[in-house]
Structures are given as C-alpha cells and as structure tokens.
C-alpha cells in the first residue's frame, strides 16, 4: 500500500470524535482523493503531515518540542517523505528522528486532524494537513534533542502549555 492509499484508509475508516472533527476528515479526505500529491511537501495548495504526541510508558507525561519556526511548544512530527512506506510510518519515523528514543510504539488509530496554515520548506504559504497519532516511550526512555528542535521537554500531560488548543485537543483525544 502507499502512503497516499494508507491515508485515504485512515481517514475513510476513522471514527472521528466529534462532529468538527468529522467534518475535518471529509474536508481533508476530499482533497487527499483530488489531489495525487497530496503527502509530498511539494503541494503548494497543502500537504499532508505526520505528527505523533509522544507519552511516557506511564501515560502520564507527553514530550514537546519547542518548534524553532512557530516558536511555541509542539508535539513531534512533520513533512512525509517518499521513504515512508505508509502514514503510520512518517509519524513513526518523526517522532524516533525528533525525540531520539528507540524502542517508540505507535497506537494505529489517528487520535485528532489539524489542519493549519503555515509557510513551511516551500517558502509559500500553505496548510499543514496534520494527521495526529499517540505513541508511547518504552520504560526509561532517555531524549536526545535534534537540529528540528530548540528545546526537547517532558510535560505533565493535565499541565500542558496552554497557548495551543490544537495540542490541549490532542492531549484530551491521548487521554481517551
């Protein structure tokens, strides 16, 4: 299956947990099914991403980054590559690059979509199609910061910075 295919199946077999985020996945699903390109960063209009809340094997804390370019607290991901061989494996593969932990395991639903603008890599202004899952650290996971981050922080999962709505929604769908 391709990444593009996994996508169209995440999001046709995704029972949504609200109504925004139903609508959400119709919207993003209709432009996946128009668009061939859709997972590569090249699609000006908007491109899929991957992005993974990372938690302790306790579920209790999440791991943030903070994102040099948006400058704010942010769980781990980012553009899919042609690499990845499905969407369960880019945002497997950002949050492994960006965390540096081995050993992550990833829950196979998608948890919540974001969908946001953004001058990204293609130096346009675009829309990030964030397709969000929870992964979870192995006991005794140790971080290692990457060149993608400023900074690399656990937090306490019910204290979470609170100037983001999208990562406090995705914060509650972890806890669900």
């Given at each position: 299956m391709s990444l593009h295919a996994s996508v169209v199946d995440t999001l046709s077999g995704w029972?949504?947990?609200s109504p925004e985020q139903d609508s959400l996945r119709h919207a993003v699903l209709a432009f996946v099914l128009g668009r061939p390109d859709a997972c590569r960063r090249a699609?000006?209009?908007g491109h899929i991403t991957?992005?993974?809340l990372v938690l302790d094997h306790r579920r209790t804390h999440a791991l943030l980054t903070l994102h040099p370019r948006v400058g704010r607290w942010l769980q781990l991901g980012g553009h899919c590559e042609?690499?990845?061989a499905d969407i369960l494996a880019?945002?497997?593969r950002e949050a492994t690059e960006e965390s540096g932990i081995p050993g992550l395991r990833i829950e196979p639903h998608l948890a919540a979509l974001h969908v946001h603008p953004i001058t990204c890599s293609l130096g346009l202004p675009t829309r990030h199609l964030d397709?969000?899952?929870v992964v979870v650290a192995p006991e005794g996971?140790?971080?290692t910061r990457s060149d993608e981050s400023l900074d690399l922080r656990w937090w306490r999962l019910d204290a979470l910075p609170g100037d983001d709505p999208a990562l406090l929604a995705l914060a509650a769908a972890a806890r669900r």
């Open positions: 029972d949504a947990p699609c000006e209009p991957a992005s993974a042609e690499s990845d880019a945002a497997m397709m969000q899952f996971a140790e971080i």
